[in-house]
T-cell receptor, first 114, second 115 residues
Framework: AQSVTQLGSHVSVSEGALVLLRCNYS??????LFWYVQYPNQGLQLLLK??????LVKGINGFEAEFKKSETSFHLTKPSAHMSDAAEYFC????????????FGTGTRLLVSP | DVKVTQSSRYLVKRTGEKVFLECVQD?????MFWYRQDPGLGLRLIYF???????EKGDIPEGYSVSREKKERFSLILESASTNQTSMYLC??????????????FGSGTQLSVL
């Protein structure tokens, strides 16, 4: 069984500051890991995806995430926040073999102040 | 451009009513999913479908059923709506022909209020 834990339901940063959103996973099999973003009044869209090819994954809009097996973590970072990054971010996990459901975390709302 | 369309953005229904939420995708995807999204709980899987006429229960199927008669359409049915089913409902689809566990494409959601 898989699960993810997102630490912090809200994270506030100033424009230009580092963004760090935390995600820890639990999986009995090697995982695929995902970050999705949801802008206001929209559905979710994929930011990036880890599939074991490389531990540092680069996504859209300048975001990246690093898979750390020893820490069972997949934290999302961006060096410099922009106002347009304000959204809700979801970490998700699935197994890598066969048909897999995607299990989502509870989400972290990112607030960006001028 | 890929598209997952949910028929209603906002819906208000009364307790005990039968409610249909419709979802259509234009990408010829085999897999389709229904999630509900609640503050502090994230997304929880209600039902999913591998392919036409196939359906499987997700993590919270109680009080819901689904129908997939055509590949492009996946309907969520609330047999007798209750106030605890007030929520945002998100439909998603996935192409399983390329690789397993490809990304999900989401609709923009239906905010259902049951009074």
């Amino acid at each position: 069984a898989q699960s993810v834990t997102q630490l912090g339901s809200h994270v506030s940063v100033s424009e230009g500051a580092l963004v760090l959103l935390r995600c820890n996973y639990s999986s009995s099999v090697p995982p695929y890991l995902f970050w999705y973003v949801q802008y206001p009044n929209q559905g979710l869209q994929l930011l990036l995806k880890y599939t074991s090819a490389a531990t540092l994954v680069k996504g859209i809009n300048g975001f990246e995430a690093e898979f750390k097996k020893s820490e069972t973590s997949f934290h999302l970072t961006k060096p410099s926040a922009h106002m347009s990054d304000a959204a809700e971010y979801f970490c998700a996990v699935s197994g890598i073999t066969g048909f897999q459901k995607l299990v989502f975390g509870t989400g972290t709302r990112l607030l960006v102040s001028p | 451009d890929v598209k997952v369309t949910q028929s209603s953005r906002y819906l208000v229904k009364r307790t005990g009513e039968k409610v249909f939420l419709e979802c259509v995708q234009d990408m010829d995807h085999e897999n389709m999913f229904w999630y509900r999204q609640d503050p502090g709980l994230g997304l929880r899987l209600i039902y999913f479908s591998y392919d036409v006429k196939m359906k499987e229960k997700g993590d919270i199927p109680e009080g819901y059923s689904v129908s997939r008669e055509k590949k492009e359409r996946f309907s969520l049915i609330l047999e007798s709506a209750s106030t605890n089913q007030t929520s945002m409902y998100l439909c998603a689809s996935r192409d399983s022909r390329l690789t397993l566990n490809e990304k999900l494409f989401f609709g923009s959601g239906t905010q259902l209020s049951v009074l």
